[in-house]
């Protein structure tokens, strides 16, 4: 496979929606850098999808500006790191969760656009897309933290892509509903604890809010990933985008 459409970066991705999405990039052409904590996993990925993998902890500043230094510039960035956090009331969350999350889902994501951004200007184009959440949109009893994080990074989108658009960059974000996964079923675990009912009843509970009553694939959040730093959507930006199966 010929490499033409230049690095694009996927934090998060040795597994899940990260690793689906370096997938369809790799499809498209690009040089992919999947990126993670998880070294065995992220390696592996990296190894079937012909990709490369940098080991980065996206709590850690040094870090991600270690893993940008890498490289002249990037072409598309896409900040896929994310964890959910506690499953609390707010009062008794504490104050170092509540960093944790806000650092590794917002921060992270502010650092990693300040590094890729200024290439992207200075080239005359870019894809920037950020993973938000439904818990963006709405707000989300006893996940504070989590739908504090979510909705910023929708702030964040908006603003960056009023900066850079007529550089030729776009900024975009996903908000994805009830994927498929490990994250999602830890966090159906959680609630399912929280509540005193059955896995299968909270899984009836999040899946119930969606028009769909299905679960979401990782796949279709990197189809929709892919499309986003396409030249067909050369006119989209600023935008939030909604894969959620009319999650309510």
Same mark, same amino acid.
């Given at each position: 496979?010929?490499?033409?459409?230049?690095?694009?970066?996927?934090?998060?991705?040795?597994?899940?929606?990260?690793f689906?999405?370096?997938?369809?990039?790799?499809?498209? *052409?690009y040089?992919?850098?999947?990126?993670?904590?998880? /070294?065995?996993?992220?390696?592996?990925?990296?190894?079937?999808?012909? =990709?490369?993998?940098?080991?980065?902890?996206?709590?850690?500043?040094?870090?991600?500006?270690?893993?940008?230094?890498?490289?002249?510039?990037?072409?598309?960035l896409?900040?896929? =790191?994310?964890?959910?956090?506690?499953?609390?009331?707010? *009062?008794?969350?504490?104050?170092?969760?509540? *960093?944790?999350?806000?650092? /590794?889902?917002?921060? =992270?994501?502010?650092?990693?656009?300040?590094?890729a /951004?200024?290439? +992207?200007?200075?080239?005359?184009?870019?894809?920037? /897309?950020?993973?938000?959440?439904?818990?963006?949109?709405?707000?989300?009893?006893?996940?504070?933290?989590?739908?504090?994080?979510k909705?910023?990074v929708?702030?964040?989108?908006?603003?960056?892509?009023?900066?850079?658009?007529? *550089?030729?960059?776009?900024?975009?974000?996903?908000?994805?509903?009830?994927?498929?996964?490990?994250?999602?079923?830890?966090? +159906?675990?959680?609630?399912?604890?929280?509540?005193?009912?059955?896995?299968?009843?909270?899984?009836?509970?999040?899946?119930?809010?969606?028009?769909?009553?299905?679960?979401?694939?990782?796949?279709?959040?990197?189809?929709?990933?892919?499309?986003?730093?396409?030249?067909?959507?050369?006119?989209?930006?600023?935008?939030?985008?909604?894969?959620?199966?009319?999650?309510?």
């Amino acid at each position: 496979m010929t490499d033409q459409q230049g690095i694009a970066v996927v934090t998060g991705s040795a597994t899940g929606i990260g690793f689906e999405i370096a997938r369809a990039l790799r499809r498209d *052409h690009y040089r992919v850098v999947l990126c993670d904590i998880d /070294v065995a996993k992220g390696e592996a990925a990296a190894r079937e999808i012909k =990709a490369e993998f940098r080991l980065c902890d996206m709590r850690k500043p040094a870090d991600i500006e270690a893993l940008f230094a890498g490289f002249d510039r990037v072409e598309v960035l896409v900040n896929n =790191a994310g964890i959910s956090g506690p499953t609390r009331p707010l *009062h008794e969350i504490t104050l170092q969760e509540w *960093h944790e999350v806000i650092d /590794v889902n917002l921060t =992270a994501a502010f650092l990693a656009c300040r590094l890729a /951004v200024t290439g +992207m200007v200075a080239a005359g184009r870019g894809s920037i /897309v950020n993973l938000s959440s439904v818990a963006g949109k709405i707000g989300y009893p006893n996940r504070s933290p989590y739908c504090a994080s979510k909705w910023a990074v929708l702030g964040l989108t908006a603003s960056l892509a009023r900066e850079v658009g007529r *550089h030729g960059v776009r900024v975009n974000a996903i908000l994805p509903g009830t994927v498929r996964g490990p994250r999602i079923a830890a966090v +159906m675990e959680r609630y399912a604890q929280q509540n005193g009912i059955a896995i299968a009843e909270a899984e009836r509970h999040y899946l119930g809010r969606q028009a769909t009553g299905a679960y979401i694939e990782p796949s279709e959040i990197a189809a929709m990933v892919s499309y986003l730093c396409s030249p067909a959507a050369r006119s989209i930006t600023g935008q939030f985008i909604s894969v959620d199966g009319g999650f309510e």
